[in-house]
């Protein structure tokens, strides 16, 4: 693919309707519930080849290629501003939510371009699920609604005994079934930062999804609540696939597989400048930028 000073996918192409458009309804389709000692089937994989994106005519990333492995999880590392947010919600197409907002490349789930004519967002989004920084559950709405929430977004069908199994089995996954289980109709903001983070998650995972974005989702956390949603993301690990943006160092190291650096200067777009296993990144890195980064002396 040629490079471009100008982006040659603005937001008006993407499958969507024009900024300001009435939402299209998505079709129902039945529920896709996981069983909660495993996933049904082969795990997932995520893969971007050049992908480059723009807000305007700011060129924020460059041609980044990552390959993401099915059942791993994926630490981005990287100072601020250097594209590993925006990169993250280039996965699950938010990018374009963006008004402005243009991208040229290729993001395959399963060797498939998401992006792809006729590719669904809701449906993208709906298998690429996303838990944000900050704890964002709905804080008037019960804990049980809260976990079903998505399947209304999603267009899924479900019974009362569905939705029963549904809200269990995904407050367990999250590791939040044995603190809340006899307070179901308690709202969402009477929770703790930690618990609420647990219930993002526990929303995410009750559709199903085969991949799990994580935008710094223990930023705003004490260390006890860090250490359980590490625990949480490390049990996940068997059932789906995980890529997580993080500023911890120690965090890349406790919970990733695989970590890519991300670099980014005043007058240069964000790039990865290594990847791979997330041991030799941290004791053996290839680029010695990535071992300065690592190491603390910047950043």
Request: charged share 20%; with cysteine.
């Amino acid at each position: 693919m040629t490079d471009t000073a100008q982006p040659p996918y603005p937001a008006a192409a993407f499958d969507k309707g024009p900024v300001g458009s009435p939402p299209v309804d998505p079709p129902t389709v039945p529920l896709p519930v996981a069983p909660a000692d495993g996933p049904s089937g082969p795990l997932s994989g995520l893969e971007t080849r050049d992908l480059t994106a723009w807000f305007g005519q700011r060129k924020v990333l460059e041609r980044v290629s990552l390959q993401m492995r099915a059942g791993e999880i994926t630490a981005l590392i990287g100072p601020s501003g250097c594209g590993k947010s925006t990169y993250l919600r280039i996965l699950n197409r938010m990018h374009e939510m963006v008004r402005g907002a243009a991208l040229a490349g290729e993001v395959l789930l399963d060797g498939e371009d998401v992006y792809a004519t006729g590719r669904r967002p809701a449906e993208v989004r709906r298998r690429i699920g996303m838990v944000f920084q900050r704890p964002n559950p709905f804080p008037a709405m019960s804990l049980y609604d809260n976990v079903i929430s998505g399947l209304k977004l999603a267009g899924i069908k479900a019974s009362r005994d569905e939705r029963d199994h549904l809200v269990e089995s995904s407050l367990r996954q999250a590791g939040l079934w044995n603190e809340v289980s006899n307070r179901l109709g308690t709202p969402g903001g009477a929770l703790s930062g930690g618990q609420q983070q647990r219930l993002c998650i526990a929303r995410s995972l009750a559709v199903s999804p085969d991949i799990l974005l994580m935008d710094e989702p223990c930023s705003a956390l004490d260390p006890t609540s860090t250490r359980r949603i590490e625990e949480t993301i490390a049990e996940l690990r068997h059932r789906l696939t995980i890529v997580i943006v993080t500023h911890n160092m120690q965090q890349a190291q406790r919970v990733s597989q695989s970590c890519a650096f991300f670099l980014a200067s005043h007058d240069t777009p964000g790039r990865i400048v290594e990847a791979g296993p997330t041991e030799r990144l941290f004791t053996d890195p290839a680029d010695p930028r990535t071992a300065d980064y690592v190491n603390g002396r910047f950043g």
